[in-house]
Structures are given as C-alpha cells and as structure tokens.
C-alpha cells in the first residue's frame, strides 16, 4: 500500500479523471492520451486549475503504470492507444470501494478537500446520498476502513460551518487549525476568538438568507 498512499497532485488528478469519466462517460472509456490532458484541464469541476501539456500527462501515467494503477490498452484495428485505472475494484486491486465511497474519493482527488455538504452536490453525477447523514457515514466507512484510514476531517476553519474532509492517499495532512488573523483598534474592548467566530458565523447565516431571497426573485421575474 506504500505507494498507492503517496501519490503527486498530478497523478491523484488523472486517476480521478479516469474514475470520473469510468461512471459518467462509460462509451468514450478508456480514455486516449489526449481525452485525459483535457479531462485533467477542465476548467469546471477541478481544483485546483491545472495547464498539463500532452508530454507531463504522459509521463505521470507512465508514472502510475509502474506503479500498476493505470494500464494502457489499444482496440482491435486501433492505433491508438488508452488508458484506465487499475486503483480499485478492479481484479488487480486489493481496494474495494462502494459507489458512494468511490464517488468521495474521485471528487476529493479532482477537487481537494471539501465539506459534507460539498461533497454530497459534487458527487451526485457519480452517485446517490439518500441525505446529509449518509454522507457522513461514508466518510465515517472510509476513516475506519480495514485497510485505511483513507479519508481525515481537518480542523473546522474560521468562517466555516462545517469541517472539510481530505483524502490521504498523498500523504498525512497537517491538521494545525488554521488561525483568524486578530486586528485590534486602540480603544476598542478586547473581542475573543469565540464572539469573533460567532459574529463571522451570524454573518454567513445572514448572506445566505439573502442569497435565497435574491434567488425568490429572480425566479419570480423569470416566470
């Protein structure tokens, strides 16, 4: 499992791809050299947004081919060569993912680390979450996995409602939370962290209810 747990921002990139494109796209699958430099440059559905020319594509999958989680195959009375993943469920893996794991660990490889409620939006072309809670239990499953953890919650940030979840197949993730750079005024009563965090908090609370107010009337205008 050594080097399935240590892999670059550019290889979990084009494994995602592959993965993506094995559920949403199964007729143009595997996929030629080129359809996965575009899929790793999409400029939606990515983080962050990455430039790869053909040779780095490339040379990445040669990459993971040596480390057997992509192979190349090539169609009867085809030239061109393609390529899918060997990473899991596969006859030559030992990992085994459900759909709903599978879809948080493609989505957490093409976009980073995310909320629950990010995932659950993110991941609904690959799969289905009857609610909010299954999600968490998904990502409770691949916390606990026998042969993880796989998947780390990261320390609430400030200004955020929930904590955001991040894969570790690339290594351990530093879990320090991050710290609200504090500003203070001479004369102004010293504000505490927790009133601080409950006032950005309120704050968001307040933007979002007028995000939905706004999205009322744009589609009573519409109508």
Known sequence: MTDIMDLTLYQT???????EKEITTPDQYPLSLNALTNGCNQKSNR????????????????????????????GFGSRVTKYQHRFCNTE???????????????VLFLRGPQTPGELRTRTSRLCKFDDMLQVELT???LIKHGSGPFVVKLPREPGR??????????GEVELQPAVAAEVV???DPPVSNSERLMAVEKRMDEMQTEIEELK????????
């Open 139 to 141: 990502l409770q499953q």
């Open 185 to 187: 005024v001479p004369g």
């Open 161 to 170: 409602r929930e904590s955001r979840y991040a894969h570790l197949f690339s």
């Open 216 to 223: 009322e009337i744009i589609n009573e205008l519409l109508t």
């Open 13 to 19: 990139r084009i494994i995602g791809v592959l993965i």
């Open 92 to 106: 030559f893996s030992a990992l085994k993912f459900n759909p709903q794991e599978l879809a948080i660990i493609c």
């Open 47 to 74: 983080e962050p947004i990455l430039s790869l020319d053909e040779a780095t594509t490339q040379e990445t999958v040669d990459e993971l081919i040596d480390k057997r989680l992509v192979t190349a195959t090539s």
